[in-house]
Antibody, heavy 122, light 112 residues
Framework: QVQLQESGPGLVKPSEPLSLTCTVS??????????WAWMRQPPGKGLEWIGS???????SYNPSLESRVTISVDTSKNQFSLKLRSVTAAETAVYYC??????????????WGQGTRVTVSS | QSVLTQPPSVSGAPGQRVTISCTGS?????????VHWYQQLPGTAPKLLIY???NRPSGVPDRFSGSKSGTSASLAITGLQAEDEADYYC????????????FGGGTKLTVL
């Protein structure tokens, strides 16, 4: 079955960029049937959708983050990545990657990666 | 402030039935976008529990069921078990500028 695994630094300094990669196994980022997404969850708080990417590189971002976010896909490596610029301590969170069906009304996020904890601190 | 509103907490005794509500608006649930539900056990990633308002992925017990009406949706859990103690999130698509894929704030289920 499809599995996703996040990787990247666990500590980022304030005002610096946060960069994470999600590696997909058992499935293909070249699939025209799915988006590939990033979410985050601050400690003790709820889930926030950051953005999604399609295999052709087209993206959708949360408007609250759009000016600082870039999501990219490397189908040759079966990976997709998140870059969030100028982070603050408030963006300390567990970051998750996940897959969801193509289309506005086609299904939920499934599966999810195990998550990676990122702390923003000097 | 989440686009979808859930109660912060619910509780029930083993064997009982509990429901968790998810209230949206005319730009998401009320616009006929599907609602999906996730279960997040302590220290783990969310898991898809209900998709397309009422459908259970393979392996999810039939004690879990979903419904939708108007601008709201509900998750019902019957025959409550200790292992059901978790956080539950609803999620949908929103066509306004507040975001595209949106989550509820989450509900903590405590099994007494």
């Amino acid at each position: 079955q499809v599995q996703l695994q996040e990787s990247g630094p666990g500590l980022v300094k304030p005002s610096e960029p946060l960069s994470l990669t999600c590696t997909v196994s058992g499935g293909s980022t070249s699939s025209g049937s799915h988006y590939w997404a990033w979410m985050r969850q601050p400690p003790g708080k709820g889930l926030e959708w950051i953005g999604s990417i399609y295999y052709d590189g087209s993206t959708s971002y949360n408007p609250s983050l759009e000016s600082r976010v870039t999501i990219s896909v490397d189908t040759s490596k079966n990976q997709f990545s998140l870059k969030l610029r100028s982070v603050t301590a408030a963006e300390t969170a567990v970051y998750y990657c996940a897959r969801h069906p193509y289309g506005k009304n086609s299904g939920g996020f499934d599966p999810w990666g195990q998550g990676t904890r990122v702390t923003v601190s000097s | 402030q989440s686009v979808l509103t859930q109660p912060p907490s619910v509780s029930g005794a083993p064997g009982q039935r509990v429901t968790i509500s998810c209230t949206g608006s005319s730009s998401n649930i009320g616009a006929s976008y599907d609602v999906h539900w996730y279960q997040q056990l302590p220290g783990t990633a969310p898991k898809l529990l209900i998709y397309g308002n009422t459908n259970r992925p393979s392996g999810v017990p039939d004690r879990f069921s979903g419904s939708k009406s108007g601008t709201s949706a509900s998750l019902a859990i019957t025959g409550l078990q200790a292992e059901d103690e978790a956080d539950y999130y609803c999620q949908s698509y929103d066509s306004s500028l507040s975001g595209l894929w949106v989550f509820g704030g989450g509900t903590k289920l405590t099994v007494l």
